[in-house]
């Protein structure tokens, strides 16, 4: 089944090549809706090539800013989940800890600091380079 569509809104392109958007659509059963337009998307009830005609060029590109932001949130979630997944359950396990030895609590210890320490890093957030993970 094909839905037809003929009004859009508010399309924000989410790549650099312009084509991947978000944006409104309106749907003739449900309304104004929201829409991720992907040309890989191998579903076809919604003519992807259709919606591309009605933005032409009517639409919001992403800033730097946008981009900025984007890579920020990816690298510090990141960061997040191996501070969560890897550091987190040794480090505060009193019994874990204390089966390491100096060294190893030692290279633990500036492991956890040199994740912290990503955003501090001279090309953040476009260019991270993450610590290696003690063995």
Request: aromatic share 8%; net charge negative; glycine share 2%.
């Amino acid at each position: 089944m094909s839905i037809t569509i003929t009004n859009i809104r508010n399309a924000v392109s989410f790549n650099d090549d312009n084509t991947i958007f978000n944006l409104e659509i309106d749907h003739p059963e449900y309304g104004w809706i929201p829409y991720t337009l992907n040309p890989n998307d191998p579903d076809t009830t919604i003519s992807n090539s259709d919606l591309m005609t009605l933005i032409g060029t009517n639409f919001t590109a992403r800033t730097q800013e946008d981009k900025d932001e984007e890579a920020t949130n990816i690298n510090r979630n990141t960061r997040n989940i191996l501070l969560q997944t890897e550091v987190d359950p040794l480090v505060t396990n009193p019994l874990r800890w204390a089966e390491l030895t100096t060294e190893k609590q030692n290279a633990w210890t500036q492991y956890r600091t040199d994740l912290l320490n990503v955003p501090q890093q001279s090309g953040f957030p476009h260019s991270v380079t993450f610590p290696t993970k003690p063995s």
